[in-house]
């Protein structure tokens, strides 16, 4: 009868403390998660601003040739992907992905040559703004992207026109 007792007692601790760690990896996982996006919204920060009727993007011309650069879009959504491989991790990144803007609704363009906004229009072709981050263990974050940074000042004062 004893042996039984700690038999089952054993289990019950064996089953609390498995069900305890397993919470407490998902919660730390979940953190993690949050920490992760909060650093690379607030970078991203830096290169979607909101100005006059809409956000505001910059492309650089090292990933294509577009003759427009800079665009304005009502709104986005932002999806992140994580691309972190074992061996990553083995070679002491923490963390290694990407977060995608997709425009929505009406856009245009600024043309640096006739310094004019085009007009709103629906599904602008523009190259898909990335923001690449990775995170290695005891250094800081690391970025790059396919656009460049922008403040409203930034901005032709025809912005508000149309």
């Known amino acids: 009868m004893v ?3 700690l ?5 019950l601790i064996f089953l609390i403390v498995s069900l305890g760690a ?7 996982t979940t953190l993690h998660k949050k920490e992760i996006e909060k650093v690379l919204i607030q970078e991203l920060n830096n290169y979607v601003v909101k100005c006059g009727e809409g956000y505001i993007v910059k492309f650089n011309n090292k990933f294509h040739t ?3 650069e800079i665009y304005q879009f009502k709104e986005f959504t932002l999806t992140t992907q994580e691309s972190t491989a074992d061996s990553d991790r083995l070679n002491g990144i923490e963390w290694k992905g ?3 803007i997709n425009f929505e609704g009406p856009g245009r363009e600024y043309s640096p040559y006739a310094k004019i906004w085009t007009d709103w229009r629906e599904n602008i072709n ?7 981050g990775e995170k290695g263990m005891n250094m800081p974050w690391r970025f790059g992207t396919n656009m460049d940074i922008i403040t409203c000042s930034d901005i032709p004062d ?5």
């Open 3 to 5: 042996k039984r007792n």
């Open 7 to 11: 038999f089952f007692i054993s289990i």
């Open 22 to 28: 397993r919470s407490f990896i998902w919660c730390k």
């Open 66 to 68: 577009f003759s427009q």
């Open 98 to 100: 990407h977060i995608k």
């Open 126 to 132: 523009i190259p898909d703004p990335i923001l690449y």
């Open 158 to 162: 025809s912005i508000n026109e149309k």
